[in-house]
T-cell receptor
């Protein structure tokens, strides 16, 4: 398995501000992903964080709103920009190792007021 | 793209009984099907998975079955215990890209 540290674990933010979430893995991984889980809902993929290049975003998610960095094979950040209450969700970092197994961080519970 | 449906959305069972959760998928190219358990305030944890080259896999009280022809797979939990209470998600993916498509989740409650 992979040990994933995600920070912060939770935050309450004012609308219009931005929050950067960090994801640190204990070893190098090929793929890193960011998911959003709205209250009582399933997981929706936001983007794939690519090392050394721009992230690949899913339909409905754009770089201006969710800029992502991945400077190396063990670390990535997701920023939620210009937040509104609709952005209140759990944001999850996920990594893939051994080609198919995916592991998740504990998530960041974001509340926008 | 892939569409994964999961049923039921909620499930209550008596301790010691069995629980079954079912998922269907739409993309015949999907070949990897994991199940995740998510406890309150935690991220999803992988509990069992199955690849398309097998029809069944078992790990103690947990088993998963796959019917490729019908494009559905199921999670079976036997002798349920209160600590099995959680939300369970099924998912499907293809090897390429490792992008996962998740079901809508099943909230399982095991009543002592």
């Amino acid at each position: 398995s992979a040990v994933i540290s995600q920070k912060p674990s939770r935050d309450i933010c004012q609308r219009g501000t931005s929050l950067t979430i960090q994801c640190q893995v204990d070893s190098q991984v090929t793929m890193m992903f960011w998911y959003r889980q709205q209250p009582g809902q399933s997981l929706t993929l936001i983007a794939t964080a690519n090392q050394g290049s721009e992230a690949t975003y899913e339909s409905g998610f754009v770089i201006d709103k969710f800029p992502i960095s991945r400077p190396n094979l063990t670390f990535s950040t997701l920023t939620v920009s210009n937040m509104s209450p609709e952005d209140s969700s759990i944001y999850l970092c996920s990594v893939c190792r051994m080609n198919t197994e995916a592991f998740f961080g504990q998530g960041t519970r974001l509340t926008v007021v | 793209g892939e569409n994964v449906e999961q049923h039921p959305s909620t499930l209550s069972v008596q301790e010691g009984d069995s629980a079954v959760i079912k998922c269907t998928y739409s993309d015949s190219a999907s070949n990897y099907f994991p199940w995740y358990k998510q406890e309150l305030g935690k991220g999803p944890q992988l509990i069992i998975d199955i690849r398309s080259n097998v029809g069944e896999k078992k790990d103690q009280r947990i088993a998963v079955t796959l019917n490729k022809t019908a494009k559905h797979f199921s999670l079976h939990i036997t002798e349920t215990q209160p600590e099995d209470s959680a939300v369970y998600f099924c998912a499907a993916s293809k090897n390429t890209g490792n992008q996962f498509y998740f079901g809508t989740g099943t909230s399982l409650t095991v009543i002592p």
